[in-house]
């Protein structure tokens, strides 16, 4: 999930960041004795750690200094960052504080926009207690997880090893010559292997996008790499094979100590950081334990490779997912090189495309989760709850489980639906600490199983001062399966600090006091993705439309970072006065424009409704956050940040008058609402299709926009999503040229490429969709052509994954004879060019206009198509301007490769139009010569 996803909009000398659904929060752990703050060539981006190298939420940042009117004020988003990009050149003091550390305060040079600066700092623990108290831990002991996660002192083998070949999948390994060192076995058999020696490792991608996707990274359309040392992670037979082939004999395995111990702080410590937003947490031993209490489960084959070039690459071939919490995809090669860090391949297994099973709505999941229920209490920053999880298998005989809980949140009883203790697997959550549960039995293919989990821990919500909040944790506050794909139902019940208000997911069923608390029970009405709840001292403001219910919850004060911002204010040098700007912000009280919050919903739902077919849910809760710079969406819950609670005024004078933050508030809440349909009621498969929710989202904003503020927003906002597509960043590569759309996620996962899926699942899926409404745009009759495909999309994939493939089967069912270009009734020509390819075309466009008589005018000109492949097709729009600022649509001309074609038409008009042009409402993505 995740989120890792962020939308940036710059605003002033602040960042501002739509975080929009499914990113994973993190939020400070309480222990952690440092932060380290960097800066970047962009301005001054902070990054803020704790002494583990994991990112944190939530850190409030000030930034001051004598060329800043009003000192900035900040906190980091989901990924630990803030960013600064219109700084000028000067001096300046930064502020960082969070909870549990001592104030920080470090003066900083910045050079200037393009500069790079770098910033390093360490916090000193404050001196308040800050350890988390946990109910005696009851976690039972499985002997043989035990046994293999144990130091291993004896029981090495050795065989020397000359000229040995073997392939895995698309990998090529050649052992030229060394020696191989098996590792003890468990339960009789080998899992791990040492090579030391010379040898190379070569991939030659079977897919021609993989091929082009390499080539981009690393210039060359092959892979390859000599190596000095192996570390082979295998359950696919491998080992038994060279155990039966090579001359072993026994070894005390001192030359392989150091090597030991370097794997030992790789498996446990460096990947389970998930380097680059890569499988976090991961618990190598518990895939073991799962291989040997399954023998019939998916096999792997991991190779971590020292080498020459690259001395920290990781190869993988794994029949359950190389990456598992985004795509169903077998086969994996990354560079975790914290520095130089790139997911260099992602595919599916060669034979599923041999046989067309490489689709990404195929699921590895071994259980389907019915349904969650949830007793949570919250005090203060602690939450202690016990969620029971109730499951059907899909699959017989797995009985090592694995569930999305946030190793911060500490598991002290696992026990099955008779009260019975079972064990389970949970490390320090600074090391590899997944949560797992070892089944006393193993599972059966449709036979539902319950186990109750209770755990306590920090994290989860932090005090912003003002009665305000921060939910972090969001998607790993509890334990859940299927990563967004697997549909549940929820029952939750929280136990809450009565003078604050709660809001769940789900429909209130029952609300009590105990004492100083307040419970509140919640249950959904649909089956849903995820859960979550928002929680502060809320005033609420309700109202309805049509059949559904809508609650707004802001609060009266603003977060301690906001607090009194008039007082921050510069005095006036010649008068000695305050400015008049101070009275110009006036009181910073966000549920004061509840009701525009109300207003916005109302017009939202009654558009989407039309467009996209009827929200599902019956009832949504809008709830401000303190965090300025990002919103969210869960099903019913709408997570807006604290600044779409101010008024244009305050935005104003906080922003030094830039007006992107009242750009990017134009469209957090309808982009946010949008995600009720796009990512709850129809639900991506994988990260190739996750435009299919961010894209889908955006340009629900965007038709917001249309109807509610007019064309010229409209237009105004595709032209900026025009730019993020095509701008080229500090290394010279724009979005557009780094990869497909339709590779999501992996186009952020290099350094050079980092902020890439921003920039091109959000505004490319958004313009795919905007397109192909152009496409089906009719005079007569409008946008029912789009609207019938919409709703056909919604109620065909209602509650249910979905891909690309869908919805372009979707999309060729409703197309227009003119969109018919191959003359097969598909649409792998748009698909192509546009989901799947990386081209933008370039045009160029002229004409003239002559008055033919009797009512009619003769225009003339040529349309121009370059930078692209000899097959890359367009259907481009040609318009006419007419003096009142209308557009008269006089037809669609085809335009395939790079070719010039000629317009020579004569239409009727009822008069003579100022111009002629080409894609008056950004028709086509594209650019102008």
Known sequence: ???????????????????????????????????????????????????????????????????????????????????????????????????GFKEFSETVAVKGEGSTDTLAAKLEVAPTEQTVTVAANNKLADPVYTQLRAAVTTGFQVAPVEGLQFKRDVGLF??????????????????????????????????????????????????SEEFTQLVILSSDGFLADCKKKLPFTPDDGSAIKSILEDTNTLLHKTLPRGIGGFRGNDNFEAQELAALYWPQRPTYFHAFIKGTKNKSLWYGVDRSGFFPTQGPEEVGLVNYDDSDFALLYHAHATEKYARGTAVSTFSHNVIDVLNYTIEAVISKETLTATAAVAFRGTVSGPRVLTFGLEPRLRVNRVTDSQGTAIPFIQESEKNDGAFSVILPTPIKNGVETLIKVSYEGKGVVTDAGGGNYFVGLRTSWYPSYGDFKDYALYEMTFKSPKKYSLVATGKMEKQSTEGDFQVTT??????????????????????????????????????????????????????????????????????????????????????????????????????????????QAWPMLVYLPITAFFDKTQLFFLTRGNNQLGKFIDVVGPHELAHQWWGHMVVWSSYHDQWLSEGFADFSAALYLEQVRGLKRANEFWEEERRLITEKNRFGLAPADVGPLWYGLRLDLTQKTSGTYR????????????????????????DQKFIEMMHDFTSTYRFKPTSTENFKTIAEKHMTPAMNLQGNGKLD???????????????????????AGDGKFKITG?????????????????YAEMEDEKYVLLGRLPIIGNATQNLDVTVPLTKKPKRILINAFHDVLGTNK
Not at 69 to 83: F, H, I
Not at 185 to 199: C, H
Not at 759 to 782: E, S
Not at 830 to 851: I, Q
Request: with cysteine; aromatic share 10%; proline share 6%.
């Open 1 to 99: 999930m995740f989120s890792n996803t962020l939308l940036r909009r710059q605003a002033g000398a602040v960042i501002w960041f739509l975080c929009l659904s499914f990113v994973i929060v993190a939020t400070l752990p309480m222990s952690s004795p440092a932060l380290r703050v960097e800066a970047s060539v962009e301005g001054l981006k902070i990054t803020v750690t704790d002494a583990n190298g994991r990112l944190v939420a939530g850190a409030a940042i000030k930034i001051s200094g004598e060329t800043l009117a009003v000192p900035l004020s900040t906190v980091t988003d989901a990924k630990g960052t803030a960013t600064l990009t219109t700084l000028p050149a000067g001096t300046y003091t930064v502020e960082i504080s969070a909870p």
């Open 174 to 223: 050649a052992l030229t010559k060394g020696k191989l060192y098996l590792l003890p076995e468990t339960m009789n058999r080998n899992f791990r292997a040492i090579y030391v020696g010379q040898g190379t490792f070569t991939l030659t991608p079977e897919l021609w996008q993989e091929r082009k996707y390499l080539k981009n990274i690393t210039k060359a359309e092959t892979f």
């Open 522 to 631: 919640w249950k959904s009405p649909q089956p849903m993705v995820v859960a979550g709840f928002n929680f502060a001292l809320y005033k609420k403001k309700s109202g309805k439309d049509a059949n559904t219910d809508i609650d707004i919850y802001a609060t009266e004060r603003v977060p301690d970072f906001l607090r009194n911002p008039q007082q921050d204010l510069p005095q006036n040098s010649r008068a000695g006065t305050v400015t008049d700007e101070s009275a110009a912000v006036g009181e910073l009280t966000p549920s004061r424009l509840a009701n525009d919050a109300l207003v916005q919903t109302q017009n939202a739902l009654r558009l989407y409704n039309h467009f996209f077919g009827e929200y599902p849910y019956g009832q949504i809760a809008i709830s401000q956050q303190p965090a300025p710079n990002f919103g």
């Open 759 to 782: 920039r091109t699942v959000y505004p490319k899926g958004a313009y795919v969709l905007h397109m192909l409404r152009r496409l089906m745009w009719d005079p007569q009759t409008g």
């Open 829 to 851: 020509w748009f698909f192509l060019n546009w989901v799947y390819g990386t081209e933008v075309p370039e045009f160029g466009f002229s004409a003239n206009v002559a008055d």
């Open 862 to 878: 040529t349309l121009t198509q370059a930078n692209v492949h000899d097959k890359f097709a367009v259907i481009v729009p040609i």
